[in-house]
């Protein structure tokens, strides 16, 4: 079922239901109003029958004539029926009336008044007592006007409420048409998007409604959705780049290698070339293995020592700062022994630092690097801090996308994604990762750790 129809059915069963609770309410008020207005008339009648038959002792002739007279349209022998005491009809010509029981005329006593319809009649009985006796007074008189009108009136009532069901389904269907229309403006200009350039953002339509937002937010999933086809472009692109890289030094090594015999050394020196490339392919593919599973990382975090993890990437990359004319210098500026109690993943850490640690060290420039642990404001501070060749204003901005490589790297290794897997490893974590580069100045990547109670 389409939207136009749902509401269309929505919309007409809301007003039906609403309409027919509605005429119910009014026709039994109109009935229940025509009846006390019938009875009413009914109660008059009683009462004016009374004074004829049984004040006619005591009113002068003249005012019994007159009242006769005025009254003698309302006053009919075959619709009055007075009772005497023993329920004898003493005046009138309403005798012998099946519907008129003694139990009527009991509760009459009883009750001084009693109304009632029956056989299509409407019956009204008073107590009425005279110098006579006390008599019962009942006068009936037919409900066909009555019946005539609530006819009347259900049958406009129905016309009216047909007709509104009509009138509101056809009123719907066209509403329905106005206020979808813009929807159907964005499916058919969704159905336009060219699939080769999914980026292509739909025009808003600058209503502030809910169209507007639907806009928005499918402008944001294409956005998304665009930037994962681009990085996967660019991770198939660069990935390739990469291993062609280490993949075709072993070969063109294993080529001329094979071409004649060699020394001890010569195979030594080649299998130690193979082998370094063959463990930057693993790293390679460790590195994206991290990335790929980011975000389906469960929380397996206990508590880590900040100091001892750094104490251990300093062990680990000692010998490479000195392969690069570099070293490593740690300060240790905490003297809150808590706050170098972090609750994380440990081998994820050691990773982040470790891939900033070893940045540092390969673009030093032959200069030491500074590990330097603070705190402020109870916040736990690591900054890492080199003296190299630093980092463009306009790379700096891009540093952290993965893939990604400044301008000035030259001849050194690296596959962009370490600096973008230690910030992922860091937002994991709620660690704001600062860097600060002025080129041929040096580079400070500054680690702010939240404080956790």
């Not at 007003?15 to 008059?44: H, P």
């Not at 990335?291 to 929380?299: F, I, Q, V, W």
């Not at 993890?309 to 990359?317: F, P, T």
């Not at 642990?373 to 204003?393: Q, V």
């Amino acid at each position: 079922m389409t939207l136009r129809s749902r509401f269309t059915l929505i919309s007409s069963l809301s007003f039906g239901i609403v309409s027919i609770i509605t005429s119910a309410v009014i026709f039994f008020a109109y009935y229940d109003s025509t009846k006390i207005f019938y009875f009413e008339k009914l109660r008059n009648t009683a009462l004016i029958s009374a004074i004829y038959y049984l004040e006619k002792d005591e009113l002068p002739k003249n005012r019994h004539a007159q009242i006769k007279k005025e009254y003698n349209h309302l006053i009919q022998n075959n619709r009055v029926a007075v009772y005497n005491g023993n329920n004898e009809v003493t005046f009138g010509h309403n005798l012998n009336d099946r519907n008129i029981k003694p139990s009527h005329l009991q509760a009459v006593r009883t009750n001084k008044v009693v109304q009632f319809m029956s056989d299509n009649q409407f019956y009204y009985g008073i107590f009425y007592p005279d110098n006579q006796g006390d008599f019962v007074v009942f006068v009936k008189s037919p409900n066909d006007s009555f019946q005539s009108q609530i006819w009347r009136l259900s049958i406009i009532m129905i016309s009216v409420l047909v007709l509104g069901l009509l009138v509101i389904f056809f009123l719907s269907r066209y509403l329905s048409k106005i206020v979808y229309k813009p929807i159907s403006n964005v499916v058919e200009r969704i159905n336009k998007v060219d699939y080769n350039n999914i980026s292509t953002a739909i025009t808003s339509t600058n209503t502030n409604d809910e169209i507007e937002d639907l806009i928005k937010s499918y402008n944001k999933l294409i956005g998304r959705i665009s930037e994962n086809v681009l990085l996967q472009q660019n991770f198939i692109n660069y990935v390739s780049h990469e291993f062609k890289t280490p993949l075709a030094a072993i070969s063109g090594n294993l080529e001329v290698f094979a071409q004649r015999d060699r020394t001890p050394e010569e195979y030594h020196q080649v299998a130690k070339e193979s082998l370094e490339n063959v463990f930057e392919i693993e790293n390679i593919l460790n590195n994206l293995l991290l990335m790929s599973g980011m975000t389906k990382l469960e929380a397996s975090h206990q508590q880590v020592r900040v100091d001892e993890l750094i104490w251990k990437i300093y062990e680990k990359l000692q010998l490479k700062a000195k392969e690069n004319n570099s070293s490593i210098k740690i300060q240790l500026e905490v003297t809150k022994p808590s706050l170098l109690e972090f609750p994380g993943n440990e081998t994820l850490l050691y990773l982040a630092v470790y891939n900033i640690v070893e940045n540092s060290i390969k673009y030093s420039c032959d200069k030491p690097v500074t590990l330097i642990l603070s705190e402020k404001s109870n916040h736990l501070y690591i900054e890492i801090r080199d003296e190299g060749r630093g980092i463009p204003p306009d790379d700096l901005m891009k540093i952290t996308e993965t893939f990604y490589r400044g301008k000035n790297v030259d001849s050194v290794k690296g596959s962009g994604i370490g600096l973008s897997l230690s910030k992922s490893i860091f937002d994991h974590h709620h660690i704001v990762m600062k860097i600060d580069s002025t080129v041929n100045i040096g580079t400070s990547v500054l680690l702010e750790f939240p404080v956790y109670s």
